[in-house]
């Protein structure tokens, strides 16, 4: 029953680097969603999906760009990292039923950009 | 916009009963959850509030006020694993393009 899963756990990426997060869930879940969590910050949306093929903007979409190719996975890209996206990932998903509000998260992507 | 105020951090020891207040300012409501978070590890859920009125879950409830954009969460029986941050999340519709708005987070601290 793996629920959430995200790929990688850390990465140390230089400056201008490019990279792929991949989140990865089981449930059948219409709605995905990228967060970063800085200190003090909360978890801040990145982008989210409503379903396959669907993606909007969050609250803080610079510097990111996300597929949802398959119902049962959503990427996010970095194609040239700052130091400024140093951050923990989370990755979440959700059903569309209404009245579910329950979100499911990944364990987090510890992201260093050096 | 979105916003939710919830206090940084909350004291208490063991055996006590805390309270976790939110208020929120959000173009769309459709309602209010509480997810805990330990060790900056995945945030799990705990309640969910859509109607006015308290949730309880064993040692944990939720309440909403709508009218007053405000919710809490009450903690009673505190243990020592209870300390973990705890974010309230608001989600401003009930299908479509929904997302869901967290807050800062509270940080518990439990003391013997």
């Known amino acids: 029953n793996a629920g959430v899963t995200q790929t990688p756990k850390f990465r140390v990426l230089k400056t201008g680097q490019s990279m792929t997060l991949l989140c990865a869930q089981d449930?059948?879940?219409?709605?995905m969603y990228w967060y970063r969590q800085d200190p003090g910050m909360g978890l801040r949306l990145i982008h989210y999906?409503?379903?396959?093929?669907?993606?909007a903007k969050g609250e803080v979409p610079d510097g990111y760009n996300v597929s949802r190719l398959k119902k049962q996975n959503f990427l996010l890209g970095l194609e040239s990292a700052a130091p400024s996206q140093t951050s923990v990932y989370f990755c979440?998903?959700?059903?569309?039923?209404?009245?579910?509000?329950?979100?499911?998260f990944g364990q987090g992507t510890r992201l260093t950009v050096v | 916009g979105q916003s939710l105020e919830q206090p940084s951090e909350v004291t208490a020891v063991e055996g006590a009963i805390v309270q976790i207040n939110c208020t929120y300012q959000?173009?769309?409501?459709?309602?209010l959850s509480w997810y805990q978070q330990h060790d900056g590890g995945a945030p799990t859920f705990l309640s969910y509030?859509?109607?006015?009125g308290l949730e309880e879950t064993g040692r944990f409830s939720s309440f909403l006020s709508r009218s007053d954009s405000y919710g809490y969460l009450l903690l009673q029986e505190l243990q020592m694993k209870d300390s973990a941050s705890y974010f309230c999340?608001?989600?401003?519709?009930?299908?479509?393009?929904?997302?869901?708005?967290f807050g800062k987070g509270t940080m518990l601290l439990v003391s013997p």
């Open positions: 979440a998903s959700n059903t569309r039923t209404t009245g579910n509000t329950e979100a499911f």
């Open positions: 449930m059948n879940h219409e709605y």
């Open positions: 999906s409503v379903g396959e093929g669907t993606t």
């Open positions: 959000t173009s769309g409501f459709y309602g």
């Open positions: 509030n859509a109607l006015d």
């Open positions: 999340a608001v989600r401003d519709h009930p299908s479509g393009y929904s997302t869901l708005t």
